[in-house]
């Protein structure tokens, strides 16, 4: 077998990027391949699509031949089944679900296709009419955007086709009757991107499919997704319904370069930067993706102090839409080289022929990177995708086995349907919608019901469900579905808005003094009212400054909901209270990692949310007879256990780094807790494979060459004490004792509440 070494330099022999790379002292190159097309060639002659009409549509298109998984995806829905198909970007997904939908709809069927965002169903009306039109079909875009006389022929039934979002299809069944009779009579309702509805976002789905089923019980749903590790066992979960599984192909049209590079001279957002004006130089289109929008924002900062600024724009969530829209089409003119992005354009929004991936994180899930990988090459050029490691555990462990990387499978999407916070408000909106009774709910909504009318929501009567005034207010206020609503809004200080910030993330980045970084502008904060949900800013020149906040979560159980083992480690999955604290910051500087100062806030910031997580009861390990430095030692041991947990789980269970949350103490109860309000499920599947998690875990902690803890192992961005008290060496006796199966502590935990 080749070195890695002889492997990377034959494929630079006559490559300009790779050799280039290879040239530069300052970073490792670690692994390069070159992946090629499948080779599959579509094989099935149009002619057996019925009716005629649209097969000489297809012909005069210039498609002739379907792929066989197009073709039976054609059968499965021509034949009214639940389909979820996957396949790889660029691969003919679109046409896999709509040739067959229009064949249904030139029957006088209704179809909807509902797209993650409004900014791709408007993307891709063009598609659809272009197929649709010259079969006499009418294709829509419905959403806040769509003017009276298109809604109202919607509402109609004129369109075959209404392309929506699920922000808009929840807020129309709530508050327009016409559009709850329109969505009564139509035949498919199709999901793309279905990959994007993991955790939260697929526990809002699970409960939209519900609400559509009770208005019409014989619709039938189709999804297509980029491939996932479960997809008929998850789409039969949101649909609760046996659905057919087609398996498409892997995709790449040309050729694709995956490179692995680590900095040795430099840092990790240098080299992010150095890449930047690489694929400036060389006149190439380039996507930068990172899982956080600080990151994004100090990427952009730094570019700008390199003098290529104007060539490169950011793209994220908390941005207005028109600023985002206005990226993506000077990315397309050209006018800009490179897009600095959040996960907002790992979807399908056409954005032209760029050339360049480069991963300024590890991906949380191999989903995300193969959805990354195929944003690049799509015209059939040569293409990279470079990711670049850092100092963090996961970039350790995978720089020591980047074949590991390269060669995992896709991983299983996960939801919690049981969230409190997102079925209440869908239960609400059920029962605005059409008659609700006790005896067609389950038993998880009939214990929502007898909560909702102890609050005053809603009143029962025999069998019957009915809202009160309050339970009307409530829903009437429940418009978006990507979040729960819970947002800080932005303002400048005697101005307009800047932007929002989902809350509890919002208390750490929007505390007064904070550094709030926006698009490439910095602005200083001067107010945060959670009362009102507000954020006063002001713009400031903070030059090469950044902060971070100090902080504390405390949690209260409130009760258990299932109970399981590592070896000798009980393990408990909880409903949990967790109240954040912030109670200062530290100022750093952003190209030394500096820190300048640390500062108290004159009052802490609070925010108290329930949610759902996981207890340990780790081992108990003794490092020292003396009891004070015993309990020291103690902290630091599963402090930094339960940092290098997280970062194992990310990747176990597909998970991002804000997914997920922590909490240790000195007794050996670790914590791990979903982020999100009301809980996403990404825990719970924790707790399910807490055996490979653990396995990661001490490779990470055993194969760092630290003195005893940094960013390459138990050290995380998200710490709230800013990485105080951590020991890698002490974290290892204490996996030594979870892998050898020895008895996790048998005491409650230290904190409020009790387990059971």
């Not at 040309?254 to 930067?273: A, D």
Request: proline share 5%.
């Amino acid at each position: 077998m080749k070195s890695r070494r002889l492997a990377i330099l034959e494929l630079a022999r006559n490559d300009e990027v790779l050799s280039r790379l290879i040239a530069d002292s300052n970073h490792q190159l670690i692994y390069a391949m070159a992946e090629r097309g499948s080779g599959v060639e579509p094989s099935v002659d149009v002619g057996n699509v019925k009716p005629v009409q649209l097969a000489e549509v297809l012909r005069s298109m210039g498609i002739g031949k379907l792929y066989e998984y197009q073709y039976r995806a054609y059968l499965e829905i021509t034949g009214g089944r639940n389909v979820i198909i996957t396949s790889g970007t660029g691969t003919g997904k679109t046409e896999a679900f709509i040739v067959p939908i229009l064949a249904r709809a030139l029957g006088g069927r209704r179809e909807v296709v509902v797209y993650p965002t409004k900014a791709l169903a408007r993307d891709q009306e063009s598609r659809f009419r272009a197929l649709a039109e010259p079969l006499g079909l009418r294709v829509a875009t419905y959403d806040a955007d769509t003017p009276p006389e298109v809604r109202r022929c919607v509402y109609g039934g004129d369109y075959a086709l209404v392309l929506t979002n699920p922000d808009m299809l929840n807020t129309a069944l709530v508050h327009v009757p016409a559009f709850r009779r329109f969505m009564s009579t139509v035949d498919y309702v199709v999901i793309d991107e279905v990959h994007v509805y993991n955790g939260v976002l697929g526990s809002h789905l699970h409960y939209l499919i519900r609400r559509i089923r009770r208005l019409n019980p014989g619709v039938r749903f189709a999804a297509a997704s980029a491939t996932i590790g479960n997809p008929a066992q998850y789409f039969e979960g949101l649909t609760e319904s046996p659905v057919v599984h087609i398996d498409g192909i892997r995709g790449v049209r040309g050729e694709l370069i995956h490179i692995m590079l680590r900095p040795i001279k430099r840092g990790k957002l240098q080299e992010v930067v150095n890449l930047v004006k690489l694929c400036v130089e060389l006149n190439k289109k380039c996507l930068v993706f990172a899982d956080s929008h600080w990151m994004v924002e100090v990427v952009k900062r730094m570019v700008n102090s390199a003098g290529v600024g104007d060539k490169v724009a950011v793209h994220r969530a908390g941005l207005r839409p028109d600023e985002r829209r206005r990226v993506e089409d000077m990315f397309k003119r050209g006018e800009l080289r490179v897009v600095l992005a959040t996960p907002t354009l790992e979807l399908g929004v056409d954005i032209g022929d760029a050339d360049f991936a480069v991963l300024a994180t590890n991906p949380p899930s191999f989903i995300k990177y193969l959805q990354r990988a195929g944003r690049v090459g799509r015209r059939g050029q040569r293409a990279y995708v470079v990711q670049v490691l850092g100092d963090d555990p996961m970039s350790t462990y995978y720089a020591s086995h980047p074949e590991e990387f390269y060669n995992r499978s896709p991983e299983p999407m996960f939801m919690e349907p049981n969230n409190d916070e997102i079925a209440t408000r869908h239960l609400l909106a059920m029962i605005k919608e059409s008659a609700v009774r006790l005896s067609e709910l389950d038993e998880y909504l009939r214990y929502l019901v007898g909560k909702l009318s102890n609050e005053g929501l809603v009143s029962v009567r025999g069998d019957r469900v009915f809202l009160t005034e309050n339970g009307l207010r409530a829903i009437n206020s429940f418009n978006v579905i990507r979040g729960n609503g819970d947002v800080v809004l932005i303002r400048r200080r005697g101005g307009g808005v800047v932007g929002y910030r989902e809350l509890p993330m919002a208390i750490r980045e929007l505390h007064p003094g904070a550094i709030y970084m926006h698009g490439g502008s910095t602005y200083r904060v001067l107010e945060l009212d959670l009362q009102r949900r507000r954020a006063i800013v002001t713009p400031e020149d903070s030059s090469d400054l950044v902060t971070k906040a100090l902080y504390n979560s405390n949690p209260t159980v409130v009760n258990v909901i299932a109970e399981s083992r590592y070896r000798g480690i009980p393990i408990r999955y909880a409903v949990l209270d967790i109240e954040e604290e912030v109670y200062g910051y530290v100022v750093k500087r952003m190209s030394g990692n500096e820190t300048l100062g640390e500062y108290r806030l004159n009052e802490p910031i609070r925010y108290r949310f329930r949610t759902k997580g996981i207890v340990l009861n780790m081992p108990p390990v003794q490092f020292s007879a003396i009891e004070l430095r015993d309990m020291v030692e103690r902290g630091k041991a599963y402090h930094a256990t339960e940092h290098v947990l997280i970062s194992a789980g990310e990747v176990i269970v597909n998970a991002a780094p804000t997914d997920m949350g922590g909490i240790s103490y000195p007794t050996g109860h670790i914590i791990i807790y979903d982020s999100y309000p009301g809980g996403s499920g990404v825990t719970r599947l924790l707790m399910e494979r807490i055996d490979k998690v653990i396995d990661v875990a001490y490779s990470i902690v055993t194969s760092c060459n630290c003195r005893d803890g940094c960013p390459r192992c138990v050290y995380s961005p998200y710490c709230g004490n800013n990485n105080r008290m951590l020991s890698r060496l002490n974290s290892i006796k204490v996996l030594e004792a979870a892998l050898r199966g020895e008895e996790g502590v048998d005491e409650p935990p230290p904190f409020e509440g009790s387990i059971p």
